[in-house]
């Protein structure tokens, strides 16, 4: 077990306020950071006494090694898809490039990076693509660096899932593109977490690549009707057509869902790419229990 400070940027993030939530169960001493101090205040951890919150910008490099002064390992959760950064792929390879320079710098021993699951060819979506890039960017550094990739996140508060809740919640009938067919291997949010935290008390990750998935690899219709079956909602007639482009989908999507197209756009684009685990060496590493789909909507909607 660690005996020093963890660091989690990104901490006011879907994945990073709940990381922050089992990391002080388990009686570690934290240091949570965000770009807004109003939000981590506002965090039901906030106030804990064994949490220290912090106000810092990825892109800050003084911030950033204000923050990880002190600090033995660093969750690395940053994300840089804003209505601000109109390049996030740019943003998000400065952040990674600033991130091993400061880490080199003030003794970090590990970092532990969330990315994307995704086949690296040139069909690959701008979002996932730019996942993979931090991830080789950050093991470029000197500091040993675990990556997780995962493909889409189960679980009340994940954009992913809360996009495709209220497409079958609000659709009796759902117009899609082709997309609706490709594969992928979705995973519940309380397994993520417990691999991020197994990846903290095993030294066997450092400095390696894992993919992260749930028992099920299925289509995104697959998933459209267990959630439907889980809801208790009527089976949504789905009618994919060839002509539904990706600007089109993500207009749409932004009007359907209460997210706004620049965070729609980025997720829709990946979903043309089949994300299913190459290896699933973690699961023999971090043994647990991997809810399936139909467990983790049911845990997500109830």
């Known amino acids: 077990m660690v005996s020093g400070r963890v660091?989690?940027?990104?901490?006011?993030?879907?994945?990073?306020?709940?990381l922050v939530t089992v990391l002080l169960e388990r009686g570690y001493l934290v240091r949570a950071a965000g770009r807004s101090l109003?939000?981590?205040?506002?965090?039901?951890?906030?106030?804990?006494?064994?949490?220290?919150?912090?106000?810092?910008?990825?892109?800050?490099?003084?911030?950033?090694?204000?923050?990880?002064?002190g600090c033995e390992v660093v969750y690395y959760l940053v994300h840089s898809m804003n209505p601000q950064n109109k390049d996030f792929i740019?943003?998000?390879?400065?952040?990674?490039?600033?991130?091993?320079?400061?880490?080199?710098k003030t003794g970090v021993r590990r970092i532990i990076y969330l990315g994307g699951l995704g086949e690296n060819d040139k069909t690959l979506s701008k979002h996932l693509r730019s996942r993979m890039e931090v991830s080789r960017i950050l093991h470029s550094g000197k500091v040993p660096v675990t990556t997780l990739r995962a493909a889409m996140i189960i679980g009340k508060g994940s954009v992913s899932f809360e996009i495709l809740r209220c497409l079958v919640n609000r659709l009796p009938i759902i117009i899609t593109p082709c997309w609706i067919f490709t594969q992928s291997q979705p995973i519940a949010v309380t397994n993520v977490i417990h691999y991020l935290v197994g990846c903290l008390e095993s030294e066997?990750?450092?400095?390696?690549?894992?993919?992260?998935?749930?028992?099920?690899?299925?289509?995104?219709?697959?998933?459209?009707?267990?959630y439907a079956k889980e809801a208790g909602?009527?089976?949504?007639?789905?009618?994919?057509?060839?002509?539904?482009?990706?600007?089109?989908s993500s207009l749409w999507g932004g009007w359907i869902t209460p997210f706004p197209a620049y965070i729609v756009r980025p997720l829709v684009e990946g979903l043309k790419n089949r994300v299913v685990c190459q290896d699933n060496r973690i699961r023999d590493i971090i043994p647990q229990k991997l809810l399936n789909c139909h467990e983790a909507i049911r845990m997500a909607i109830s």
């Open 7 to 18: 660091l989690v940027l990104g901490a006011t993030g879907y994945i990073g306020t709940q």
């Open 38 to 69: 109003a939000k981590l205040e506002r965090c039901s951890w906030a106030k804990n006494n064994r949490v220290e919150i912090v106000e810092t910008n990825a892109l800050d490099k003084q911030g950033l090694q204000n923050a990880c002064r």
């Open 90 to 104: 740019q943003t998000d390879r400065r952040a990674a490039q600033d991130m091993i320079g400061v880490a080199g």
């Open 204 to 226: 066997h990750t450092a400095g390696q690549v894992f993919d992260i998935g749930g028992p099920d690899v299925l289509s995104y219709r697959e998933l459209m009707d267990i």
């Open 233 to 248: 909602l009527r089976k949504r007639l789905i009618i994919p057509v060839p002509f539904l482009t990706v600007t089109l």
